[in-house]
């Protein structure tokens, strides 16, 4: 799990143990919000689905999640499909392979929403932002999200003037703190609309932390 304290970036990932397994899917359209936000120095609106929660200690990392939810968002006016939940359902299936026996088979759930995700908070297109530059936008909050992972998909364009040419961004979306110990709770994962295969599974990987054994 990535830690910091209040103040000091966070400047390298580290290992985020999560189980996931696939139960359902929610598929509606549902849109990122590219608005510069406020950033990390005060907690965003809770949503209507959080609760205050601590950290948990477990896979889950705080207190307000009972499994491993996704969120699958749009950005740039791009709208989730069916098909792209049917790829982030086959990719996570090949990361529980990929994983093998470090994934624990005693929790076997799962699920993957396109309803209601959260904003993404980095300014999608408004400048270049590095990989390690997104930690940046990371907000700090006693609610977070009941998804453990949000993927936006994003428009070539936009993904490319933003991230410039790696294959994937996965960085600190919702920091929860103890004191002066702020923990990554929830992980942003930025990819292109046009990610397939090999590409999809990889990105998940790096988000959910998992390490085979």
């Given at each position: ?19 996931v ?57 791009y ?48 400048d ?14 006693d609610?977070?999200?009941?998804y ?9 364009n ?28 929830t992980?942003a ?7 397939v295969?090999?590409?999809l ?13």
């Open positions: 799990m990535r830690s910091l304290s209040k103040g000091v970036q966070l400047n390298a990932p580290s290992e985020l143990l999560t189980f397994v696939l139960t359902s899917m929610l598929l509606a359209a549902c849109d990122g919000n590219e608005d510069e936000p406020s950033g990390p120095t005060e907690p965003p609106p809770p949503s209507p689905t959080s609760e205050v929660a601590e950290l948990s200690g477990d896979v889950f990392l705080t207190t307000n999640r009972d499994h491993m939810a996704f969120c699958a968002a749009g950005t740039g006016g709208t989730i499909t069916e098909d792209d939940a049917d790829r982030i359902a086959v990719a996570i299936e090949q990361v529980v392979e990929r994983v093998g026996d470090a994934w624990p088979q005693s929790r076997t759930q799962f699920s993957i929403s396109t309803i209601e995700c959260p904003a993404a908070t980095v300014p999608l297109g408004a270049k932002i590095g990989e390690k530059e997104a930690i940046d936008y990371a907000v700090w909050t609610r977070p999200s009941v453990r992972v949000v993927i936006y998909f994003t428009q070539e936009l993904y490319s003037m933003t991230f410039g040419e790696v294959p994937h961004v996965a960085a600190p979306a919702e920091l929860l703190c103890e004191g002066d110990d702020c923990a990554e709770v992980t994962l930025y990819v292109p609309v046009n990610v295969g090999d590409a599974e990889d990105a998940l990987f790096e988000a959910v932390g998992i390490v085979p054994e």
